[in-house]
């Protein structure tokens, strides 16, 4: 495991510990006041892991497929062990493979007006194909901007279904997780106001719904 992703694995169980203490805390003093907000965040919480796993099952296959798609293409056109670089010159195509050797363009079919070419051999030193290097290094650029794209774009799409769905499904953990987080720091927790912070968003949401 990359030290990015150990950093990043140690910050979510530290976060799950922070937020399990949290409901803790929030049950010992509701369970007997006001035990039915209690289980309202408990619930939210609970469906928040549902939520986020049904994000990345829905919102990741398909960038991820795209992504794997260029990725696999451009490692293939780097992955070629009998790959040379050549130059054109007149109707000749000219490389180095032990010795210098030479093409005609018209009997190989090139016809771009790049003079740096790539020429591929089979395990014999045999032609297989030549193509213009141009024209590879910008296929090239279009792969690796293809799996950057793919997978931002499929990271912009998780980051913002989680945050809508949790918003819609889970906003009771994430009303009090917000409330909690920010007043622990000085032991400044005055549950009343939470209740109050809690019913006038039940209030506000009934009245959209209404």
């Given at each position: 495991m990359s030290s990015d992703a150990q950093v990043f694995a140690s910050a979510a169980a530290i976060q799950h510990q922070a937020q399990r203490a949290?409901?803790?805390?929030?049950?010992?003093?509701?369970?007997?006041?006001?035990?039915?907000?209690?289980?309202?965040?408990?619930?939210a919480y609970l469906r928040g892991v549902k939520v986020r796993k049904k994000c990345v099952l829905i919102c990741l296959p398909i960038p991820l497929i795209i992504?794997?798609?260029?990725?696999?293409?451009?490692?293939?056109?780097?992955?070629?062990?009998?790959?040379?670089?050549?130059?054109?010159?007149?109707?000749?195509?000219?490389?180095?493979?032990?010795?210098?050797?030479?093409?005609?363009?018209?009997a190989v079919g090139?016809?771009?007006?790049?003079?740096?070419?790539?020429?591929?051999?089979?395990?014999?030193?045999?032609?297989?194909?030549?193509?213009?290097?141009?024209?590879?290094?910008?296929?090239?650029g279009r792969d690796i901007?293809?799996?950057?794209?793919?997978w931002s774009l499929g990271t912009v799409l998780l980051i913002c279904a989680i945050r809508y769905c949790e918003n819609k499904y889970c906003w009771q953990f994430k009303l009090f997780w917000k409330w909690y987080d920010r007043f622990i720091r000085n032991k400044d927790l005055d549950i009343e106001e939470f209740i109050n912070i809690y019913e006038t968003e039940l209030r506000r949401r009934n009245c959209q719904m209404a």
């Open positions: 949290g409901l803790r805390w929030l049950e010992g003093k509701l369970c007997n006041y006001r035990p039915e907000i209690y289980e309202e965040v408990r619930k992504c794997v798609c260029f990725f696999l293409h451009w490692v293939g056109g780097l992955d070629r062990s009998q790959m040379v670089y050549g130059h054109v010159d007149g109707n000749e195509i000219w490389y180095i493979r032990g010795e210098k050797k030479t093409l005609d363009c018209r090139y016809t771009d007006a790049d003079n740096e070419v790539v020429i591929y051999l089979d395990h014999n030193d045999q032609f297989e194909k030549v193509i213009s290097r141009s024209k590879l290094e910008t296929q090239q901007a293809g799996v950057l794209i793919s």
